[in-house]
């Protein structure tokens, strides 16, 4: 039982800066994890999903979109909205413009209106690309115009997660994001709205401590970080060596921290069935008892 | 005076060493010195004004961490005619790092809830230096829903590091404990006022920092992350944590200008730990202002205030 809790994860998460450094051209990626060499546009076509091993590599945000939702129904809401430097922080624009440069995203969540399954959705994406995925002011209010969207339209939010914490060049604004995504969600949660949240590699920090951990039924993709402290941070602070496996998704499954662990391959099904269950426009059965 | 002296209070210190020199000798010998004391008297209070008057931002932090700064413990006991404390999450333990219970204050019973930290090592060590863990946090919830229940207003405490960062606190889900408590508070139908009172540090301070006001005692600081994390972080650089204090913003006076507190709570020269009653006599004025300034307003109202003010937070440019 108790090896069985720390047991190695069956699927290693593959960080895109490690792959790029051994594969100048792109054309190919080598898996880390079982050092297959795979054709990067097979990679695509599967999920980018080791065919070899199962090991995931990170989706950004825009194809995570592209395998979640209904072909073509995916419209994006907020796109404009831009990063200021409220600190006046020395290089923190160079930052943000050098982040958008790499990613083509303006910040590091895309949100949108979108079906899947015929189910009418607002549908968060968070890009771990994008300064670590880090939630600074723009984080903040998208997340939160899209709970609002959702709660106006009537109808389901989805958040996929990936982000290394707070945007720390926003200082204190950074922090505060958290009160004001769940001050929504409070809202949402009072219109009797489903919300649900997919936290992917690596979900941490701020965002996992407020929107992240709020779903009604929280889904983890598998192998996924998911902590509230980094591994390393705490490894440093209280001079430990973590376990194997501790802080992956199977163990928030194992400690009953999120539903249910579903791979990759599996998850727009899973939502789909979710979102059939509550019936498009909230909670049929909740109005009925009300 | 304090027993503990900061390092830029030294010219301070060893000016009033002297003065409590001359007197000694003055008696001793039998000789009037009291016109040489009456000087010397009066550079002490220049220097201290001059010194105390324009704080920089790495001292204000010496002082918000000051091993003699009162803490919630002394604020309930000065602040409240009477304090019951109450225990436990109901799930799995006390966690002694957050205090709370029922207070009167000033006839009027309140839900009172604060970060502890120790005087000495030992209650250091018990009180894990106010940091909470889970439990720490969903006490503060329950406790916070007590409140709601019976119509009591609710004040808060902030005086943390961060949150307790362990292999516990992980398995023990601190992230949704967070993030519970930030959500219901935003909710939560009876008033409430925060007020950081020594370190807000991060998402741990944030957990009992969300209500309807947000104070901060003058030489309290709040900030996303530790400055000494946020320079080993970004900087990879330690060492730089005086140059973090000045980048992140997080004085009293940054963050009051940054409209993220409410209000500033004066205190006594040289720090809170220089007068803790008149400090806490200050600190409950501030309260009973902001008190009466809610008990009347209605809670749909106050509720959209409180959302409205947590929503306008944040800057950006829409492109
Ligand atoms: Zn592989």
Known sequence: MFKDLFRKPKYVTVHADTVKKDMPDGLWQKCPNCNEILYAKELEKGLKTCRKCGGYFRVGARERV?????????????????????????????????????????????????????????????????????????????????????????????????????????????????????????????????????????????????????????????????AFTGPRVIEQTMKIKLPEGFQTAEFMLDHGLVDMVVARADLRNTLIKLLDLHMTGGNANAQHYA | MPSIMLEFEKPIAELEAKIEELKNFSSEQGIDLAEEIKIMQAKAEALKKEIFGKLTPVQRVTIARHPERPGTLEYIKHIFEEFIELHGDRYFGDDRAVIGGIARFRGVPVTVIGHAKGKDTKENLARNFGMPNPEGNRKALRLMEQAEKFGRPVFTFVDTPGAHCGMGAEER??????????????????????????????????????????????????????????ASILWKDPTRAQEAVEAMKMTAYDLAELGIIDEIVPEPLGGAHRNPEEIAARLGDYLKKNLDSLKEMPVAEMLQKRYEKFRGIGQFISG
């Open chain 2, 173 to 230: 889900g601190q992230a949704r404990a967070i993030a519970v408590n930030l959500t219901r508070l935003m909710q939560l139908r009876v008033p409430v006022i925060n007020t950081i009172i020594g370190e807000g540090g991060s998402g741990g301070a944030l957990a009992i920092a969300v209500g309807d006001r947000l104070m901060m005692l003058e030489n309290s600081v709040f900030s996303v992350i530790s400055p000494e994390s946020f």
């Open chain 1, 66 to 226: 592209k395998i979640t939702v209904d072909e073509g129904s995916f419209v994006e809401t907020d796109a404009g909205l831009l990063s200021t430097n409220p600190l006046g922080f020395e290089d923190y624009p160079a930052k943000v413009a050098a982040a958008v440069e790499v990613t083509k995203l303006n910040e590091a969540v895309v949100t949108g209106e979108a079906v899947i399954g015929g189910n009418p959705v607002i549908i968060g994406v968070m890009d771990n690309n994008f300064i670590m995925g880090s939630m600074g002011s723009v984080v903040g209010e998208k997340v939160t115009r899209a709970v609002e969207r959702a709660i106006e339209k009537n109808i389901p939010l989805i958040m996929f997660t990936a982000s290394g914490g707070a945007r720390m060049q926003e200082g204190v604004i950074s922090l505060m994001q958290m009160a004001k995504t769940c001050g929504a969600l409070a809202r949402l949660h009072e219109a009797g709205l489903l919300y649900i949240t997919v936290l992917t590699d690596p979900t941490t920090g701020g965002v996992l401590a407020s929107f992240a951990s709020m779903g009604d039924i929280i889904i983890a993709e598998p192998g996924s970080l998911i």
